[in-house]
C-alpha cells in the first residue's frame, strides 16, 4: 500500500477545531433538522454523562432524524432501522468517518480502520481479512481458552471480585497474544505494551474540558508519553520480525506483515502498526464490557441462566469449549449474547460528516453536518424492539431475528464498515462466559446498582463488583 495514499494529517488543536465548526454551522445556517440547537450546559452534560434518556426523548419530540448542541457545536441524531441501514449500507456514500467523532481517536490509533476512508479504506481492509478468516479465528479458541482457566484458578467462592477489572486484564492478555504475539508474562515488552496501552486509553475516559488541555502533565501529555512507549515496543517488534523473517505465526501482527493489498504492495511498518493498535483498541474494550455485561444480566436473571447451563452441560459433558462448540452448537448462548449486545452495544455510537446535502425521512440535512447514528438508542425503540428493556434472549431466535427491519439491529455496524473482528470478539465472549459458568455462579451484591458509562466504549461505571459462589448443581 504506497504510503502516498495515505490520508492528510488532522489538526487536534482545540482551538482551530472548534473555530472551524463553527465556520461550518454558520455556512449551513437555518438548514439543520429540528430540534434543541441553543446552548445548554445542562444538555452538553448529559449528554456526556448519560446520553440514552436524552437521545429517547428528542426521538420522541422530533422523530428519527434531530439536531442537538452539544457544547459549541449542532450534533445530528439519526435512529431507527431505517436510519441506520441509510448510514451504514445505502447512503453510505454521503459520510466519511475521518472528520466525524472518531477523529479524536488519531492521536493514539493513527490511519487504523476507525480513522481513514475511501480507496484506503479498502485496500487495507482487503489486506486484513486473511487474518480474520474463520480458521484463523478458530485457531485462537484454544489459546483462549488456556488464558480464561489461568485467569479464573484465583477465583475464590465467597469474595467479592470486580467482574469488569478481571475482564478486562484478561482480553487485554488475550489482545497480546492473538494480535501482536506478545507474552503479558515477560515482565518486559508483552507487559509494558499492555501497561502503557491501558495509561493511553484513560484518555478518552476523561471529562471533556480536561481532553482540551495541552502541556506537561495534561492527559493528552500522558496520552502521548504512553503512546510513545507503545510505539517503540509494537515498531521495534515490527522491525525485528522484518530483519529475522521472523513472520508466519498466527498471531495478527505476523498476518499483517505478510499481506498485500490488490496490487501486491506490502503494508509499510507505519501502517502495520496503525492498523495493530486499531485492533488492539476495538477487540480489547468491546470484548471487555460485553463479558461483563452478559455476566450481569445472567446474574439478574436466574431462569435464563439455569437454560443456558443446561445447554452448555449437554454438549460439552464438563470438558472445555472447542471452536465447533462455540458457532452454532450451543443456540441459546448465541441468543443470549445478542440480546446483551442489543442493550448494550459496545460500539454505542456511529460519527459520521456529511458530505453533501441528503434527505432522511423527508428531513434535509446538510453538507458539513456532523451526524450520528446510535445503536443504543436505536436498540431500545419501543415500536422495533417491544418492552425494550427487559431482557429477552427470544427475540433472537433463527426466525425473529430474520424477521427484523434492515438495521434494526447494528451492534456492529454494517456494509463495508462492518466491525473485522466480529468473528474474533464474539467467539472470545463465548468462550470465556462459558467457562466462568461451567465452574462459578456469580451474584450481585446487596444494594448495589449498575449504571453504564460510553466512552468510549459502553462499560459499568466504576467496574462491577459481584459475589463469587460455587456453581449450582
Not at 436510519?83 to 468517518?97: D, L, Q, R
Not at 491501558?198 to 492527559?219: C, D, M
Not at 449437554?314 to 443456540?331: C, I, Y
Not at 462459558?434 to 446487596?446: A, H, K, M, Y
Request: net charge neutral.
Amino acid at each position: 500500500m504506497a504510503a502516498a495514499g495515505a490520508p492528510p494529517a488532522l489538526s487536534h488543536n482545540p482551538a482551530v477545531r472548534i473555530a472551524a465548526d463553527l465556520r461550518a454551522e454558520l455556512v449551513a445556517r437555518g438548514s439543520f433538522p429540528p430540534g434543541e440547537t441553543s446552548f445548554s450546559a445542562v444538555r452538553t452534560h448529559r449528554i456526556a454523562n448519560d446520553p440514552l434518556p436524552v437521545l429517547l426523548s428528542a426521538y420522541e419530540r422530533h422523530g428519527p432524524v434531530f439536531t442537538l448542541r452539544v457544547l459549541h457545536g449542532l450534533q445530528v441524531f439519526v435512529l431507527g432501522p431505517e436510519a441506520n441501514h441509510f448510514v451504514t449500507v445505502s447512503g453510505a456514500h454521503n459520510f466519511v468517518w475521518r472528520e466525524g467523532g472518531l477523529s479524536e481517536l488519531e492521536p493514539l490509533l493513527g490511519d487504523g480502520l476507525l480513522t481513514i476512508d475511501g480507496a484506503y479504506h479498502r485496500r487495507a481492509r482487503l489486506a486484513m481479512l486473511p487474518a480474520f478468516h474463520r480458521d484463523q479465528v478458530a485457531g485462537q479458541v484454544q489459546m483462549i481458552v488456556e488464558e480464561t482457566e489461568a485467569a479464573l484458578a484465583a477465583w475464590t467462592p465467597g469474595e467479592a471480585i470486580d467482574v469488569y477489572a478481571w475482564a478486562r486484564q484478561l482480553a487485554m492478555r488475550i489482545a497480546m497474544r492473538a494480535l501482536l504475539g506478545l507474552d503479558p508474562d515477560d515482565g518486559d515488552t508483552g507487559a509494558t505494551a499492555a501497561r502503557e496501552f491501558e495509561r493511553a486509553l484513560r484518555f478518552y475516559g476523561t471529562e471533556y474540558p480536561l481532553r482540551v488541555l495541552r502541556g506537561p502533565g495534561s492527559p493528552w501529555w500522558r496520552m502521548h508519553r504512553a503512546r510513545e512507549v507503545l510505539d517503540a515496543i509494537v515498531l521495534g517488534e515490527i522491525e525485528r520480525r522484518r530483519r529475522t523473517r521472523g513472520g508466519g505465526g498466527d498471531d495478527v501482527l505476523s498476518m499483517l506483515l505478510a499481506a498485500s493489498d490488490e496490487d501486491g504492495e506490502p503494508l509499510s511498518d507505519r501502517e502495520v502498526r496503525d492498523q495493530a493498535v486499531t485492533l488492539l483498541f476495538a477487540g480489547h474494550d468491546t470484548s471487555t464490557s460485553t463479558i461483563s455485561f452478559l455476566l450481569y444480566e445472567l446474574a439478574r436473571h436466574p431462569s435464563e441462566l439455569r437454560r443456558l447451563l443446561t445447554e452448555q452441560d449437554e454438549v460439552l459433558e464438563g470438558r472445555s469449549p472447542t471452536a465447533s462448540d462455540l458457532t452454532g452448537a450451543m443456540p441459546r448462548l448465541e441468543m443470549v449474547l445478542d440480546e446483551v449486545l442489543r442493550l448494550y452495544p459496545p460500539a454505542w455510537i456511529g460519527p459520521r460528516r456529511a458530505i453533501r446535502h441528503f434527505e432522511l425521512h423527508g428531513v434535509g440535512v446538510p453538507g458539513g453536518a456532523y451526524v450520528n447514528y446510535c445503536s443504543w438508542a436505536s436498540h431500545r425503540l419501543p415500536d422495533v424492539f417491544p418492552d425494550p428493556e427487559a431482557f429477552e434472549p427470544e427475540r433472537f431466535t433463527a426466525e425473529t431475528k430474520a424477521a427484523l427491519p434492515k438495521g434494526a439491529y447494528v451492534p456492529f455496524g454494517g456494509g463495508s464498515r462492518t466491525c473485522i473482528g466480529m468473528r474474533f470478539g464474539q467467539m472470545e465472549v463465548k468462550a470465556v462466559a462459558t467457562l466462568v459458568l461451567r465452574r462459578f455462579g456469580l451474584e450481585l451484591l446487596p444494594g448495589r446498582t449498575m449504571s453504564v458509562r460510553q466512552m468510549p466504549t459502553l462499560s459499568p461505571r466504576g467496574g462491577l463488583r459481584m459475589m463469587v459462589r460455587e456453581r449450582a448443581a
